[in-house]
């Protein structure tokens, strides 16, 4: 496995995250992407740098495995009345993605993008299937994160059979769902195209349900300190043969830097690498 982390979780701007990332002991860095301005001319993401990322995360000895598109979340390929931005806001992430040398884009899907029926199911469907053609020429990978179960990812990745469709996974969000991380992982199996590392902590709340997720548990606690079966899940991943990265989305419980320092040495020991 290789191990990475969000550029929030170690708080670095683009002048020194893949520096500071390559310092503490990390092979990637997942980009931040907080709006769509961003990657237009005049933002930090915007065609006339990328050139100068690329160049700072090649020196650095750091890869860029995935550029994370977080204001999908205010609505996107499942929202009835944004999916034309969704559309164009991805099509405009796989270009980013190809020349920032990253091979994957996460298309989130929480807060008002949350996927809450059969509609928007057969909605986000219906545009991956319009933006796997492009996903597969650019050579990026598109890796949906959302709250439905395991069993109904599988189907709609099956379903759009396209090697540049997969499942971002995280081990953490799944638990304030209520479903049980082991088994997301079984049903997933080679779906699963990117991972996120974080802690669940449910401390006597109500267990999460899909209708009512109890996300207030998440990053309650470092890594390894709360009810995410840590241990359980790196050997699972290592059963389905997933040897890529695992990206940190962890708190910060001292300053930033340690706490992702003690987050990545921890999976490190418990991975054996």
Not at 63 to 70: E, K, N, S
Not at 98 to 120: E, H, K, N, S, W
Not at 143 to 166: M, P, Y
Request: proline fraction near 5%; charged fraction near 20%; include cysteine.
């Amino acid at each position: 496995m290789k191990f990475g982390t969000l550029q929030n979780v170690i708080e670095q701007p683009l002048s020194t995250v893949f520096t500071v990332a390559s310092e503490l002991g990390f092979e990637g860095v997942e980009l931040d992407w907080y709006d769509i301005t961003e990657s237009q001319p005049g933002g930090p993401l915007a065609p006339e740098n990328r050139d100068s990322i690329r160049q700072a995360a090649a020196q650095a000895r750091v890869d860029i495995p995935c550029v994370a598109a977080h204001f999908l979340n205010r609505g996107g390929l499942a929202h009835p009345e944004k999916e034309a931005f969704g559309l164009d806001a991805v099509r405009t992430g796989i270009r980013l993605c190809t020349d920032l040398g990253a091979a994957y884009l996460l298309v989130p899907f929480f807060g008002p993008a949350m996927i809450r029926d059969d509609r928007a199911v057969a909605r986000l469907e219906t545009n991956l299937r319009r933006l796997a053609p492009d996903a597969e020429q650019a050579g990026v990978t598109l890796a949906i994160e959302n709250t439905l179960r395991a069993d109904q990812n599988a189907a709609l990745f099956d379903r759009i059979d396209s090697s540049s469709i997969g499942n971002y996974w995280d081990m953490a969000n799944c638990m304030g769902l209520g479903y049980d991380p082991l088994e997301e992982i079984a049903q997933l199996g080679r779906r699963i195209v990117r991972v996120h590392a974080k802690e669940y902590y449910q401390g006597g709340a109500a267990s999460g349900t899909p209708e009512e997720p109890h996300f207030a548990g998440l990053n309650a606690k470092p890594l390894g300190e709360g009810d995410v079966p840590l241990p359980a899940v790196l050997t699972a991943l290592q059963q389905i043969g997933y040897d890529d990265y695992v990206v940190l989305e962890t708190g910060k419980f001292d300053d930033a830097k340690s706490s992702a320092k003690a987050a990545l040495t921890l999976l490190q020991e418990l991975s054996g690498t």
